[in-house]
């Protein structure tokens, strides 16, 4: 049989068919016979090669009235049928949904660059307990028990049996102890953690928060590695052309003590909104260790001396992205949270 009888026979065929498609199953059963690469048609394109030059264009002209034909029967019945068949449709041209995929928390992150900075400046890390008792977080620290310094940190009490001094620590400064208790100098280390203090919640203030505390102690350690120390790190986390403010403090375990002050990094000493128009921002507290701490912690302030400062990371935070209410670092809305992404 020629490729012309036989397509002529496949169109007869394909014909009859075409008027008795009448299901979804049947639509696809005709399209596996007549419509895939291993069908009939496919098998004719096949043949096509080996007709004489002459007869191609008519014989190429039946093959694609054939097609044309399987086609539109294919495509009706599939019409007809295919969206009531039980077999579920899945439009493959559909734009896909992605996985959801979580983000590490904006407070982490700062946390992790700050620890960063320091480590790349020599600093260990140290971490303490969030259970505390007096002696770490007061008594060694040079709050004598009637100081009246207790005061400024509302302290959260924990029920302990048979113990009065048990507490959630009020500063990361207890671990400064810890690793004073623990360590011989020289001692570089930074100090990161949650810590609490019973303070009405309001969008400055939390009950619970973050500080970042940093302790070093060596022979012959100044007041000039302090300024060096805190002026080499912010102007590499906020500003690289900051300028600095020290200003006189108090806190019981340094001596003298310090709080330090940056030019806005926002407007550059102008006054804006995140420096509350004033020009400047408080970026920490710190200090030359008291020698009464030292000896404490059982290092000779004769032989030693050393320098710490703390801040809190949630305050870093709120400067850093503009948000105006603490609140929202703990609600974990992925709307807030996920415009942090890294
Ligand atoms: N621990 C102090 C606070 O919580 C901060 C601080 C740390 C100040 C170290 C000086 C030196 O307020």
Redesign the pocket.
Known sequence: MTLIEQLQQLRQIIDQESSQLASAEDAEAFRLRHLVKKGTIQACVEQLRSVPKEQKPEVGKLLNEVRALADKAYEQAHDRYASASSVERIDVTLQGRGPQIGAVHPITQTVDRLVDIFASMGFDVAEGPDVEDDAHNFEHLNFAPDHPARDM?DTFFVDAPGRSDVLLR????SVQVRVMQSMKPPIRCIMPGRVYRNEAVSARSLAEFH?I?GLYIDRGVSMADLKGTIMAFARRFYDANAEFRFRTSY?P??EP?CEIDMSCFLCKGEGCRICKHSGWLEIC???MVHPNVLRACGIDPDEYSGF???FGVERVVLMLTGIDDIRLLYENDVRVNGQFAP
């Not at 009020?170 to 400064?173: D, K, Q």
Request: aromatic share 18%; glycine share 18%.
């Open positions: 940190q009020t500063h990361t400064s500080q505390e806190f375990f340094t003590s507290g710190a200090g710490a400062f703390g």
